[in-house]
């Protein structure tokens, strides 16, 4: 393969962190990177200065538009995760009949070592990062990549045969795939986002469902039997299925029974762990350590390897995170609940009455499942951004009217101080994207931290 692209040039579209890594990596094998950058709001002088300073002086640099005689003369395209497949651009190199790989692609086809891949709509980064707490509690070489805000491409070659590859593989970063295989596989859940790129749940599923394309029965795939999606999904699955839930006791696989999660074998059951045992809080993160129990024994870890690991994980940053009590009041930071589903664990994992931020980027959501488990949880709700609007009138039809607009990050933060009482929490879960205020949904996490952690005690 490396061979292949040797002396070829190979179109990166895109100059974020996945297109940063893919000029590293096509540079190393000898390929001759050219970068397309289609926002002509940067210079040639900005991109350059993204990338590592070996790969800036042999990447051809190109900003706004390409030209066809420019694309004839490519080999292969790797698009960054946010370019649709359907986009203007993408169009006319498919109609060239170029070959496309996205970003996991390109770098699974020049790496080593065994890969255990993770995706669906919530809960990945928290599974993913456990995963990778337990890999690397029992394996030399782990590295954990990819939609968690480390290049898969970047890190490439210096895998090993004896590697664990844990990825966190989104469905942008899954429509372009060929040769990727993962050992061990698992999509936790399937509900409506990304809808504005999808444009159909059929179409997000089956991106979703990309991840197990070259499994085999000897491989495993881990799934979410109280989703309809998943569930349905495992009987048409082409490796073997481990599934996990919350809701049903299971002949075979991972269930919670009250406070206990329980490993199913033909029907015989042996209990694995209270979950008061360890410190993530909320039943979505019960579903996202029964997915890692069972992704870790199918790659061979001890149970009890795994379940130390598991008792001494704290949250991810920027999910259903405690920040800080300040007079009397808890604030949570969930600023990663950029979907309805989402944040509906968010809430459900609030124990006082609650004060929730909500509102942003709209993605094309619709927000009536996620009014309805406000309950006696959710006492106020501060709308901001571009959907404040439409999720106001989505609440007036469920009956829920105590809501008010806020203009500002900065004014919704100050308002939620004013108005909560000692025995109340605070939470930001917006479920929304954040790309109407912030760059990320980590930045906006941040932001509200920074603003609890200067608030008198």
């Known amino acids: 393969m490396t061979a292949d692209l040797k002396g070829k040039r190979v179109l990166v579209i895109g100059s974020g962190l996945s297109g940063v890594g893919s000029v590293k990596l096509l540079d190393q094998i000898g390929a001759l990177p050219v970068m397309l950058e289609e926002n002509t709001k940067v210079t040639e002088e900005d991109i350059r200065k993204k990338l590592y300073e070996e790969d800036r002086d042999k990447t051809e640099i190109i900003i706004g538009e390409i030209t066809d005689d420019t694309l004839r003369s490519i080999s292969l395209v790797v698009p960054s995760p946010a370019v649709p497949l359907d986009s203007p651009t993408v ?4 109609a060239l009949n170029i070959p496309i790989w996205s970003e996991i692609e390109l770098a699974y086809n020049f790496s080593k070592g065994t890969m255990v891949a993770i995706t669906g709509t919530n809960g990945k980064t928290t599974t993913t990062t456990l995963v990778g707490e337990i890999m690397k509690a029992h394996y030399e070489s782990v590295y954990v990549v990819g939609n968690i805000g480390v290049s898969f491409a970047e890190n490439a070659l210096g895998m090993r045969d004896d590697t664990v590859i844990v990825g966190e593989i989104s469905s942008f970063q899954l429509e372009a795939v060929d040769n990727f295989h993962a050992k061990v596989s698992a999509i936790l859940n399937i509900t409506p986002d990304h809808l504005n790129r999808h444009h159909t749940m059929e179409c997000y599923a089956s991106m979703k469902e990309n991840i197990t394309n070259k499994q085999t029965a000897e491989d495993t795939c881990v799934l979410n039997y109280d989703n309809e999606y998943t569930r349905n999904f495992g009987k048409r699955c082409p490796s073997k299925v481990v599934f996990f839930s919350t809701k ?6 991972f269930f919670l029974d009250g406070d206990n999660i329980v490993m199913a074998n033909g029907g015989s059951k042996t209990v694995i762990m209270n979950i008061h045992d360890m410190n993530l809080v909320g039943l979505c993160n019960v579903e996202n350590v029964m997915a890692a129990i069972a992704m870790s024994l199918a790659m061979g870890v001890p149970l009890s390897t795994i379940l130390e690991v598991i008792r001494n994980f704290k949250a991810v940053e920027h999910r259903i995170e405690f920040v800080a009590t300040k007079r009397g009041v808890d604030y949570y930071n969930d600023s990663k609940g950029t979907n309805p589903d989402a944040a509906i664990q968010g809430i459900k994992a609030m124990s006082k009455p609650t004060i929730l931020i ?8 619709e927000y ?3 009014l309805e488990c406000f309950g006696d949880t959710v006492k106020l709700l501060v709308l901001i951004g571009q959907t404040k609007e439409k999720i106001a009138e989505c609440a007036k039809k469920h009956g829920f009217t105590n809501y008010v607009f806020k203009d500002t990050f900065e004014e919704a933060l100050e308002f939620c101080t004013e108005s909560a009482q000692p025995g109340d ?11 109407d205020m912030f760059p990320s949904y980590e930045v906006r996490g941040k932001k509200f931290k920074e603003y609890v952690n200067k608030l008198a005690e």
């Open 425 to 435: 929490a605070v939470l930001l879960s917006p479920a929304c994207a954040s790309w």
């Open 91 to 94: 169009m006319r190199i498919k």
């Open 358 to 365: 909500g509102g942003g980027y709209d993605k094309g959501s």
């Open 368 to 370: 009536d499942e996620w």
């Open 248 to 253: 049903e006791e299971l002949k075979d696989g």
